[in-house]
């Protein structure tokens, strides 16, 4: 950020003229070696195309885009004429020249919004006798996403051009440093915005750029950021002026920045045309889309045409008002998505809500903000500055040819259509969703129209565009109605009230159905949808197998907030709760109070039924920036899990402590240690937990361990005596066992948690349990499958721990065969060759499910 210093100041000026006043600041700029004297017409020139008063008695001249060569450093100087001057019109007290090389200048820009908004405070810094007081109240750091920002890069001559050189090491930006991106769903908004927030944090400048491509985004813009289209397994290089920021950033983009690195990646969305499974014998008409969100249902067809909104040119005369307007209609935007929000969270639940969430950030897009800025001081009104800035982004993400980023592009465009009809006053859109049921076909919906449709009325969805990855499609999935996207403009010519079949798993409409084909539609639907239902009505059956044979399904949680939603969804306790990642969404360790507080919570809603608690599991794959660990060079053979919890008893204990002071009064509590690769291990965690116990009077906690390490299924014989259970950790287990990272871009897909060689491993360790009377369970992905699901639970396996949306299905799945089946086939399972002969041996046994 540029500082404002005092010889840049120039109190109790006197000036004739609107010339003479911008002659007197550019003198100031160019003594002080930010700009050569010529810059002085630059600035003339500009002021020519457009006048540069702000509001308030300020003005900002400045150069044009054609002069900026003629600037050395970027510098802002500031003019006092207490007497004022004539500015067309306007007396200007205050002249703000700003000689903008890049963008830094916007800090300054940002506070000048603050004063213009404080009458009092002009009148100060248009009067004072003192400098310092115009430093101070302009050079101070602005408020991070505060539009008013009056910024302006393409009036000032910054180029508004996305793609900016990779980064490389510079003057500028001399420190670099490559990581490769886990997140399972690549950067979308809700990571890009905490590493934008590390950086404003942390103060300096970030760049991320794809490694040996030329394209780069500011850390600090989201759009920017989004728009190079970054996903799992990409290479980026950052670069930065700060050795510590860029180290917190590696680390911070290695944690996640927020997400589940351990959750699968894209839930797998259909991506293609699929062959239908069922076809009408006779229809008029049928119109291939691609699938979008499974189910078939018979209705009528309705259309939906969102209104255009109409966006004139008007009210660029007053910059500043025009900057209050559009602040006004951001603020009026983000509480309606506190209110979507809300909604969507109870009916939808937390994950859906996200997405509305991240629609709240891209509201706060410093890059769009400052670009629109730009355009109102340029003299343009608020509206269209808006939209035509974030049209070019949405234009700049659709041409990048990718399905994901498109649907970000509709994302932004659902952002977009709300702050417009906040500033057009047209208030919030009408709900879709009155009279008969319908299927509902549109040119496109955006994550707020689905969020909008009431399942009352709303039998599915065809739209002439968008993408399965969309945000609009993942809605249709949760609101569990079929859907079909980018099924083509033929769409639109169909009248309301046409009798039609959508087919949401093959992505087909079928027109005018003959009766018998209504029938047979509404017989196969019924056999889908019964299906699903049973999963869902069984949901609170215990877990078991046809034979009665009990496998507790429980659910993988990471805070007390979701305890409620997994016990809804037939979870029988928490199998797993991670418990790194109170550490990953603070900004410092949890203290003991703190961990207490939420593991205490996590209990009372379980209210009896068994919750397992991870000790910290950092490390790998999962750093936590703040602990200020040493970078390993081979970090999963590192210090992680319990290693570091060995290294760091200053986390280690108070986390042991907090447990132990719930668990006294919830019996209901299990400590589990990750990452035992000995029996050494295992004694000396005990040994700490057991000191902890006696510290604190509290009762003996059941113990176990996660077998995640070869060596731990191996010496499963030698740990079961001294655990009350194992839990397998599959997800790690199966990247120690085939050596393969799973995050690797290329590996990451070989590393199949059903290969032989790691349920062999498995084998081995339920046996030893079993010989010892202990239980194990699973809390890896694998549990999850219901092919993974049948073939651990042939394998011993009694307690599979899931994610809360896949505990329906697989209950279902178990309650479909007897133990005596499963484990035979598992049997099998372990004298196949490979993987894939796994899952081809498991498939009648899931085939059953549709
Ligand atoms: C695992 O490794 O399977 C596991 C459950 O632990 P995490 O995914 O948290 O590493
Ligand atoms: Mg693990």
């Not at 290695?254 to 062959?275: K, V």
Request: hydrophobic share 45%.
């Amino acid at each position: 950020m540029i500082q404002l210093s005092p010889n840049l100041v120039r109190l109790g000026a006197q000036a004739s003229s609107k010339q003479e006043a911008i002659r007197q600041v550019a003198e100031l700029l160019s003594q002080a070696g930010h700009t050569d004297p010529a810059y002085f017409q630059g600035m003339l020139a500009r002021e020519e195309q457009a006048n540069t008063y702000l509001g308030s008695g300020i003005a900002i001249p400045h150069g044009t885009p054609e002069t900026r060569h003629l600037i050395q450093r970027t510098g802002v100087a500031v003019l006092q004429v207490p007497g004022g001057v004539d500015w067309g019109g306007d007396t200007v007290r205050l002249v703000v020249g700003i000689a903008a090389a890049s963008d830094e200048h916007l800090d300054i820009l940002r506070q000048l919004t603050r004063v213009l908004n404080d009458p009092a405070l002009v009148e100060r810094l248009s009067t004072t006798g003192d400098p310092a007081e115009v430093v101070a109240a302009l050079g101070g750091k602005a408020a991070p996403a505060a539009l008013g920002g009056a910024a302006a890069p393409a009036a000032l001559g910054g180029a508004a051009a996305p793609a900016t050189p990779a980064p490389t090491p510079s003057d500028d930006l001399p420190y670099t440093a490559q990581v490769t991106l886990p997140n399972p769903q690549g950067m979308h908004a809700r990571p890009a915005s905490r590493l934008a927030g590390l950086v404003r944090a942390q103060g300096g400048r970030l760049r991320l750029a794809r490694e040996n491509e030329a394209q780069s985004a500011d850390a600090t813009r989201l759009m920017e950021v989004l728009g190079l289209g970054l996903k799992q397994g990409t290479v980026l290089t950052l670069s930065s002026d700060s050795e510590a920021l860029l180290q917190a950033a590696r680390d911070a983009i290695r944690a996640g920045l927020g997400d589940d690195l351990s959750a699968a990646a894209a839930p797998a969305a259909p991506q293609a045309r699929r062959e239908p499974t069922w076809v009408p014998a006779q229809v008029s008409a049928t119109l291939e889309g691609v699938p979008a969100a499974d189910g078939l249902v018979t209705g009528v067809t309705r259309q939906y045409r969102p209104q255009a909104l109409e966006v004139r040119d008007e009210g660029g005369d007053d910059p500043a008002g025009q900057a209050a307007a559009l602040d006004r209609a951001l603020a009026a935007a983000r509480a309606a998505l506190d209110v979507t929000i809300a909604d969507v969270q109870g009916r939808l639940g937390a994950d859906k809500a996200a997405i509305f969430r991240a629609h709240q950030e891209l509201l706060d897009d410093s890059g769009v903000l400052e670009d629109v800025a730009g355009l109102l001081l340029a003299g343009h009104g608020a509206a269209w500055a808006y939209r035509q800035v974030t049209d070019e982004r949405i234009a700049a993400l659709q041409k990048l040819d990718d399905p994901v980023l498109a649907g970000r592009a509709a994302d932004l465009g659902d952002v977009q259509r709300r702050v417009l009809r906040a500033l057009l006053g047209l208030g919030e859109e009408q709900p879709l969703d009155r009279g008969e049921p319908f299927i509902l076909l549109a040119p496109d919906l955006t994550p707020s129209d689905t969020a909008r449709l009431s399942l009352d009325t709303l039998l599915g969805f065809a739209t002439e565009v968008g993408g399965p990855t969309s945000h609009t499609a993942i809605m249709a999935r949760g609101l569990g109605v079929p859907a079909v996207v980018a099924a083509g403009a033929g769409l639109r010519d169909i009248p309301d009230g046409t009798p039609a079949i959508l087919d949401g798993s093959s992505g087909r409409l079928y027109l005018r159905p003959s009766e018998a084909d209504l029938h047979a539609a509404a017989e196969q639907r019924r056999r889908l949808e019964a299906g699903k239902q049973a999963a869902f009505a069984g949901r609170m059956q215990p877990g078991q197998t046809r034979d009665g044979t009990r496998v507790e399904v429980a659910a993988n949680i990471n805070r007390a907030a979701d305890a409620g939603p997994a016990l809804e969804h037939g979870a029988e306790g928490v199998g797993l709760m991670r418990t790194e990642f109170l550490y990953l969404e603070s900004d410092h360790a949890p203290t003991e109070d703190e961990q207490e507080r939420e593991y205490r919570a996590m209990a009372e809603v379980l209210a009896g039924r068994p919750l397992i608690i991870r000790t910290l599991d950092i490390g790998g794959d999962k750093a936590v920036p703040y602990l200020g660990l040493e970078q390993e060079d081979n970090s999963f053979l590192g210090i992680r899990g319990i290693r570091l919890c060995f290294e760091r008893p200053d986390l280690f204990l108070p986390q042991l402590r907090a447990i132990a002071r719930v668990a006294k009064d919830h019996p209901n509590v299990h400590v589990m240690f990750p990452m035992i690769a000995t029996l050494a291990d295992l004694r000396r965690a005990r040994g700490m937990l057991e000191d902890v116990c006696r510290e604190l009077d509290a009762p003996r906690i059941p113990v176990g361990v996660m077998i995640e390490v070869p060596s731990a299924a191996l010496m499963a014989r030698e740990l079961a005596p001294e655990v009350d259970f194992f839990s397998v950790g599959t997800n790690d287990l199966t990247g120690y066992t085939l050596a393969m990272d799973r995050l690797h871009p290329v590996l990451a897909r070989q590393a199949d948690a059903l290969h032989p060689a790691v349920l062999r491993l498995i084998a081995v360790t339920a046996e030893a349990a079993q010989a010892h009377g202990k239980w194990v369970g699973v809390c890896g992905g694998a549990a999850a499958e219901p092919a993974g699901a049948l073939v651990l639970a042939g394998l011993g396996v009694r307690e599979l721990s899931v994610s809360t949306p896949a505990v329906p299905a697989v209950k279902a799945a178990l309650r479909r065969h007897d133990l005596t089946r499963l484990q035979e086939v598992a049997r099998q399972a372990l004298a196949q060759p490979d993987a894939a002969a796994v899952r081809a041996l498991l498939e009648p046994l899931t085939e059953a499910e549709a």
